[in-house]
């Protein structure tokens, strides 16, 4: 008896591991489910520290919580002030990139009031000495911990954004790097004691596109500017006191306005290029030093603070946060919102991070006798899959590697994916590079007899064909893939030229004759 219930333990803890290693699947730190982990399949942590409602003897959006834990009394120290509806918004965000990639974000949210616990300051003040806060606390950072672990060992590179909200005057997203107002203002932002501070340094100098510092934070290109050019009006069509108009003097018609950017709508309340004096937040918090790239408050190089996982911290304005009736008066803007914001660090990720895909072969031509060419990824993750289209190519899926010998001649795309899948039904996964590949045989043997050769080139050809033999061909006749004849030519020549344009897009033999007699055939497509 004693070993069937081993046996159902071991069976209970094998499923309990499965359940925590799934994309998509939440685990808690305890049984209260204060502190969620959404574990991820792609580049991307993304965590909510101030959305939580978790506390006692309080009624919020009609549910009332009772008091569940007394050990867990309200911080004496600190700001308690929750940022609104973030816990809401990271889901619906997580919601929209599922729809797109068919993956998941890392995604840490501390249900817990902001009361209770707050993870994005020192563990001194956001748990007030408290034992059990600073449990929960740790748990907080641990499970970003792991996210980043993990994309490290997957991706070797990444994004980790904290998201926030805040309801300044001036309704637009404030994006923090760890660099101050003051800096933004007047300073050189590619000066290297910036740079060592911000908390996309890495970045700086893996960027796809040779971007500076300046460039990446408020160029075209820039996480501000993406939002800017954002297709969404909510920023625009609603300003602070609730009328419908755009924010005053800015003449803004679309997109979320957002600071830093490369956006300048004329004065310093509708300059987003730079705070100017204007309230902002700047990123200079816990939670993105620790786990941003730059040389601020971190850890080991694998969790942040230097490593390959930049930070990024986003400020939400409350007008972008508004659920609707029957727990708002102003209109739901959350739920287009969320769909906007995933769409642009999914943007975000392409423009500065993709060559998770990269590869290439030695060449891009293979005869048929050449050995079977195996690819290198040259910046991509190991671990996806190989493709090819139109039918013909013999490919190893997990390898990329080619069966020249047994492959059809003709052009190939072969596509290296990785990631989830887009679409259920789609066979590339999310990130993916393609390629061409040909498959030729410019020498053929047509008679052993008469050790005669034939060269054909180029094959596949839009019209234009030329032959080169080493003896006197005097007549070819082209044949259908089904075998009938379409095409005859004289030719009393070792080589020449001829002229398939009329014919239609496909396959089709090629036969060669020496006085009235066939001495061998050759495959040519037509595109």
């Not at 102003?330 to 990720?349: G, K, Q, S």
């Not at 190519?393 to 047994?406: C, F, K, R, W």
């Amino acid at each position: 008896m004693m070993k069937k219930i081993t046996c159902l333990l071991c069976f209970a803890m094998l499923i309990f591991v499965a359940n925590a290693q799934t994309p998509g699947v939440s685990i808690y730190s305890n049984s209260n489910q204060y502190i969620e982990y959404i574990p991820g399949n792609l580049p991307l942590i993304i965590s909510a520290p101030h959305g939580g409602v978790l506390q006692s003897g309080q009624t919020i959006r009609g549910v009332f919580y009772p008091d569940d834990d007394t050990n867990l009394p309200d911080r004496s120290c600190g700001t308690n002030e929750r940022d609104d509806n973030t816990d809401i918004l990271v889901r619906r965000i997580q919601d929209e990139i599922f729809a797109q990639t068919g993956g998941y974000a890392h995604i840490i949210i501390s249900n817990l009031h902001r009361s209770k616990m707050d993870p994005n300051r020192m563990v001194s003040e956001g748990s007030c000495a408290n034992g059990h806060a600073a449990s929960y606390w740790s748990d907080f950072q641990n499970y970003i911990n792991d996210a980043s672990q993990s994309i490290e060992a997957n991706w070797g590179k990444g994004l980790y954004i904290d998201l926030h909200g805040q309801s300044h005057t001036i309704p637009r997203i404030e994006i923090g790097y760890n660099i101050t107002a003051s800096e933004l203002n007047s300073s050189d932002l590619n000066s290297a004691s910036i740079i060592d501070l911000s908390t996309i340094k890495n970045l700086v100098s893996n960027n796809l596109n040779g971007l500076t510092h300046e460039e990446l934070i408020r160029g075209e290109n820039s996480l501000g500017e993406l939002f800017q050019d954002a297709p969404g009006v909510y920023y625009n069509s609603i300003d602070p006191s609730g009328s419908a108009t755009s924010y005053p003097g800015c003449g803004v018609s679309s997109g979320y306005r957002a600071v830093p950017s490369y956006s300048d709508y004329g004065n310093t309340s509708c300059d987003d290029t730079t705070p100017h004096s204007n309230s902002y937040f700047d990123g200079n918090y816990y939670n993105n030093r620790r786990h941003g790239s730059g040389d601020g408050t971190g850890g080991p190089a694998t969790i942040g603070g230097g490593g390959n996982i930049d930070g990024i911290m986003t400020e939400v304005n409350r007008r972008v946060r508004d659920l609707g009736a029957p727990f708002d008066s102003r209109p739901n803007t959350l739920e287009p919102f969320a769909i906007d914001y995933a769409n642009v660090i999914l943007d975000y990720l392409t423009i500065h991070y993709n060559d998770f895909s990269e590869f290439n072969y030695t060449a891009s031509s293979y005869e048929i006798s050449d050995s079977d060419p195996t690819p290198s990824l040259t910046n991509g993750v190991s671990g996806g899959i190989y493709l090819s289209s139109p039918a013909g190519l013999i490919i190893d899926q997990n390898t990329g590697t080619i069966d020249v010998s047994e492959s059809t001649i003709g052009n190939y795309i072969v596509t290296y994916s990785v990631g989830p899948n887009a679409i259920a039904t789609a066979p590339n996964r999310y990130y993916n590079t393609s390629i061409n590949v040909e498959i030729s045989d410019n020498s053929l043997s047509v008679s052993d007899e008469n050790s005669l050769s034939v060269k054909l080139y180029p094959n596949p050809t839009t019209g234009l064909i030329n032959f080169q033999s080493n003896t006197q061909i005097s007549e070819v006749k082209i044949f259908s893939i089904l075998g009938q004849r379409v095409k005859t030519l004289e030719i009393n020549n070792s080589q020449s030229t001829i002229n398939i344009s009329e014919l239609r897009t496909g396959s089709y033999l090629i036969t060669f004759y020496i006085d009235k007699q066939s001495v061998g055939s050759k495959l040519i497509i037509k595109n």
